[in-house]
């Protein structure tokens, strides 16, 4: 009773503030301007697309202004090349087979990215999503040039907050070095059998909770693999046995936050309120959900999700009872599934001992 009473209080305590706001103001910022530009343009359908290149801005969070800039501009690479095979995707009409098979490949190669390069938020996840969520968009809405472009000018400008901020800052000494060639630089924390497993890892949980979506249509195969990603992204390349409690709360964290923010969407949406005020709302949402991601990551999963449901509908309207009931739906199937992968693969990359070893 003890033990449960000590998760209980770990799950909803809020780890102390550590500047936290700042760096959610600078990620709030680089979705912020990019975001009034294209509602002053008429095109509040068009803000995902801006939304998933802001996401560059959450990458290097307590790292120097060099190491952030290099990791925010690979994460750019990831979150671009997602988001063009998305749109290809949608505009040649993606059945729910061809999404389950185009991101189980692309999660190994950008989970082998993600671990070569040391990205910090870990793992895919982003890209992940990106792909899915973008490839289940009405097809025509936008071609992948145009896609390509409102994520990218709202990546680069990321990277040039950051840019700024190291220049108002006086923090010019760890900018010293930095050149276009270090996006491609590994960090090597792990070795290549440990990331391969790591990245066999989110395939085979992508492809399950995929092939379970498959039974219910293409967007609940989208939801269900993105799910799936995330406990992982709570286990490190090595697959280490006490990486599994982690797991499972990252797992529970997401099916509590999620179902919140559920509640909140619903409430949002019951209005029919116009996209103007809706985009308005996701770009506010940002914030909080920045800051507290690494404080609670279940508190701002209570953002997150509106944030994410709310630019779909701005594209993609839809029914809110059945997008509430069937995101919660897809949110259980992908974690069970993303935490029963990692339990069973928990030994993958690790280095066999001899016979005459202990345990």
């Known amino acids: ?26 990620v709030a910022i680089g979705l912020v301007v990019p975001g009034v530009v294209i509602l002053a343009a008429g095109r509040p359908d068009l803000l995902i697309y801006a939304v998933f290149g802001s996401f560059v801005g959450m990458y290097g969070r307590a790292e120097s202004p060099a190491r952030r800039i290099r990791h ?61 969520a973008i490839a289940t968009l009405p097809s025509g809405r936008i071609s992948p040039w145009g896609a390509a472009a409102i994520g990218g000018a709202t990546a680069l400008f990321c990277i040039v907050v950051s840019i700024v901020i190291a220049i108002r800052t006086r923090d010019l000494r760890s ?26 890892r989110y395939a085979l949980a992508i492809s399950i909770a995929g092939s379970c979506g498959l039974l219910l249509g293409v967007d609940h195969a989208n939801w269900a693999m993105a799910a799936a990603a995330v406990p992982l ?11 599994i409690r982690g797991v499972v709360e990252r797992g529970t964290h997401r099916v509590l936050g999620t179902f919140v923010g559920l509640l909140i969407t619903g409430a949002l949406l019951a209005p029919k309120s116009g996209p103007v005020f809706l985009a308005v709302v996701v770009i506010v949402l940002l914030f909080p959900t920045e800051l507290f991601m690494i404080r609670h990551y279940g508190l701002a999963l209570g953002f997150f999700t509106p944030l994410i449901l709310l630019m779909t509908e701005l594209t993609a309207p839809t029914d809110p ?27 993958w990359g690790r280095p066999r001992t001899s016979g005459h070893e202990t345990a």
């Open 1 to 26: 009773m003890t033990s449960v009473l000590v998760q209980l209080r770990q799950l909803l305590s809020i780890a102390p503030s550590d500047n936290d706001h700042i760096h959610a103001a600078r």
């Open 321 to 347: 009872l059945t997008l509430v009931r069937d995101r919660a739906v897809d949110t259980l199937i992908g974690v069970v599934v993303g935490i029963g992968v990692a339990v069973v693969s928990r030994r």
């Open 175 to 200: 900018l010293r070095g930095l050149r276009v060639t270090s996006a491609f630089r590994g960090v090597r924390q792990h070795t290549p059998t440990a990331t391969m497993a790591h990245a066999l």
């Open 72 to 132: 925010q501009t690979q994460a750019a690479l990831i979150l671009g090349a997602a988001a063009c095979i998305g749109v290809e995707l949608s505009n040649h009409g993606v059945t729910v087979p061809t999404l389950v098979i185009t991101e189980t490949l692309f999660a190994v190669v950008a989970s082998m990215a993600a671990d070569s390069w040391g990205l910090r938020p870990e793992g895919p996840f982003f890209g992940i999503f990106a792909l899915g």
């Open 233 to 243: 992204a709570a286990a490190d390349a090595r697959g280490q046995d006490s990486s």
